[in-house]
């Protein structure tokens, strides 16, 4: 997860681009080029290295509490469903946590 969800987070934002040049050359009167351009004008290098940073982050804390929720697993498979939903409740609530608080720093260092 350390590994995989900056390079998930690269695929997404390039697929997110590709998607916006769809509608922005089929609506919006841009050409292809044109489009890439302007998004590459508009796209900060510290965005790019805070959504990373964050990505980083936020693969720790999946996979922390999954480790966790796993090692504290009861026996037999209903105590596996129920620690694979408090697993999951847990993620997403610390995954906005964390995002909330690498926000907030980046965006006051940031000079904002």
Not at 58 to 70: L, N, R, S
Not at 79 to 98: K, N, Y
């Amino acid at each position: 997860m350390f590994l995989m969800m900056p390079c998930l987070t690269t695929w997404a934002d390039f697929m997110g681009v590709l998607g916006g040049s769809l509608f922005g050359v089929s609506s919006a009167g841009f050409t292809f080029l044109g489009y890439l351009k302007a998004s590459l004008n508009a796209l900060l290098l510290r965005d790019v290295i805070s959504g990373l940073i964050k990505s980083v982050m936020f693969g720790m804390v999946i996979t922390a509490v999954g480790c966790h929720e796993g090692f504290c697993t009861g026996a037999g498979a209903e105590e596996v469903g129920r620690s694979t939903t408090a697993a999951v409740v847990m993620s997403i609530f610390l995954v906005i946590a964390v995002d909330l608080v690498f926000t907030a720093l980046f965006y006051f260092a940031g000079g904002q």
